[in-house]
């Protein structure tokens, strides 16, 4: 089997070397012995170190700064310093997805460096981590040549491992319109490369060697005709290779038809590829207009396929993830695409609490455990929204699901507590963060309440949970008591209602009217006649103070206004005597300047004219200055 592998190797990068991307050397070396060295470089090196650790200090002051990760791990590999390259890595991965630059130039690097199997097997878990970043073509082209570089002695379970990469490959990327082909030839030259294997060195060919022949050359036409059925650039090619290749089959009319529908699919889609070719870097848009028209085709893989390359383009568009997770759970509902979609959407956009919210009720839905669920969400915590209603809604989802984990019929005392400490938790939170404005409203402490109330049964804990609320600024709005009376009315009893209504009636100031007439509603529902004219007295007596207090406002607004209206008045008084002291200062210099103008004009007035005997006027020469 070495044998066939080397002659493997010879035969499986004919097409490879023509699609794949130009290998880098690695920039790293260790212990170089440099004889020229001198001042400058010494220099150099020390200027590396500065930087090193300027960027070091930064990242320590705040981990979050992407191009400053970037920058570190670009001046470390310039260093040469191996373990704090890969350490910066690690730490970056761990904090963001990283591109496919990023992960080629890793993956590079410790593939030059790998000599044994067990660092071999460490390359693979990084291509592992690398492929569930972004769709990225190239990274499982080089997957999978990795792959078959690994192919030694061990015989089917290597080219079976190969296979399973290559298949994993095409079902992310092979529906690529653009890049997808180079996967499929790829995975076809892999084939063709094992078919020659089998091949016989001579005329000995024995009838086990004919069937492997037959089963491989069935395989290499099976994956011509699945790239066939799917719409890619240069298909005519790939379709007249296909036709040289094999004697029967090609004349089967079924490959025909679906080229024949693939073909006329490209044709279709093809404005939009050129449309994404031509776009800007933010190509959000173009990209959505080829989603709208992928959906009404109505083919979910290829519309995730676009979605994936979506983000690859737009990774840092929230909007565009939310409507990638939307389609998916309405679509494909399936946790095993949904769950790590979610994952990936808040590692690119930690920023968004709808994104947040969605992957916490996923996780719920497909039956996650308590702890992860947690996990999730203190990891959300620490993303540090921009306001205090995210961390509300997000302090909300998270209650949702534990009031929801709760068997109500069974013993729930030890969930129960739990709710109600995060319940405390996330007022504390919210409260010690953005103060009285980080739960206005006071919602989670009326969810609290309700709960006390409805499941507990505990109208005394509910009624000093409302206390709370109704000291937290609350004291005068007439929609806090119309909460709190709804709730005692639901679950507590008559002489509790009646008694909040009466301390409503005294403390409302902005809409007391709302408070009366649910009072009055309540009593007409509930009580006798003499209850009813007790809680009409009361409100008439409120109401009549209420209103002389807002006759007394009134009053001192027009006071105000009227005080207001003869400032006014006279400053504009003043104004206009300003202005008409101007003008008839202006007036007096202009009838100065008209009788110096006059004495000037009688002084070079016109001269008198004199007839000569001809009978022309000539001018007096007396009148001549």
Known sequence: MADSAIRMENVIDVSVDECEMEKTTIAINYNEDD??????????????????????????????????????????????????????????????????????????????????????????????????????????????????????????????RCREVFERAIVAGGLHVSKGS???????????????????????????????????????????????????????????????????????????????????????????????????PSTESVYRNYINFEMQEGEPTRIQCLYERAIVDNCLSSLMWEEYVNYLEVQLKISDVILPVYERAVRNCPWSVKLWQGYLRALERYNESSDKVKEVTETALAAGFSSADEFRELWLTYLDFLRRQINWNQDHDEVLELLRRTFEKAHKHLIDG?????????????????????????????????????????????????????????????????????????????????????????????GTLEQWEVALSKIKSRMKIIQEKRLQAVEQNATEEEAEKLKKTETVRQNVDGYAKCLGSRSLKRVAMKRKFEDLNEQTAKPNFTTDRDGFKIPDRKSVV
């Open 434 to 526: 953005f103060g009285l404005d980080g739960d206005f409203n006071c919602l989670i402490l009326q969810y609290w309440a309700r709960i006390e109330a409805k499941y507990c049964k505990n109208m005394e804990k509910a009624r000093e949970i409302w206390n709370d609320i109704l000291h937290l600024g609350h004291m005068q709005k007439a929609q806090m008591w119309l909460e709190y009376s709804n709730l005692e009315k639901a679950f507590g009893n008559a002489k509790h209602v009646r008694k909040l209504f009466a301390r409503a009636m005294q403390s409302t100031s902005d809409w007391p009217e709302s408070i009366a007439e649910a009072w009055l509603n309540f009593e007409r529902d509930e």
């Open 35 to 160: 004889g020229d060295s001198d001042d400058s470089s010494d220099e150099d090196e020390s200027g590396l170190l500065t930087e090193i650790e300027k960027l070091e200090a930064t990242l320590q002051t705040n981990p979050y700064l992407y191009d400053i990760h970037v920058a570190l791990i670009a001046a470390l590999k310039k260093s040469g310093n191996l373990e704090k390259l890969r350490r910066q890595r690690e730490q970056m991965s761990s904090l963001f997805p990283l591109t496919e630059v990023l992960w080629l130039d890793w993956i590079r690097d410790e593939m030059n460096l790998s000599v044994s199997d067990v660092e071999k097997d460490a390359v693979v878990v990084l291509f592992e981590r690398a492929v569930k970043d972004y769709l990225s073509v190239e990274l499982w082209l080089e997957y999978a040549q990795f792959s078959i570089g690994r192919m030694g002695s061990s015989g089917e379970n290597d080219i079976c």
């Open 182 to 280: 180079v996967l499929w030839e790829a995975y076809r030259e892999f084939e063709k490369a094992i078919l020659m294997t089998l091949q016989p060195l001579d005329s000995d060919v024995t009838a086990e060697r004919e069937q492997a022949i037959s089963r491989q050359c069935n395989r290499i036409l099976n994956i011509f005709k699945r790239q066939l059925s799917v719409p890619l650039l240069e298909m005519e090619k790939t379709y007249e290779e296909f036709e040289d290749w094999g004697s029967v089959e090609k004349r089967d009319p079924n490959v025909k038809f679906v080229y024949n529908k693939a073909h006329a699919k490209l044709k279709k889609i093809t404005p939009f590829e050129e449309a994404l070719f031509r776009a800007e």
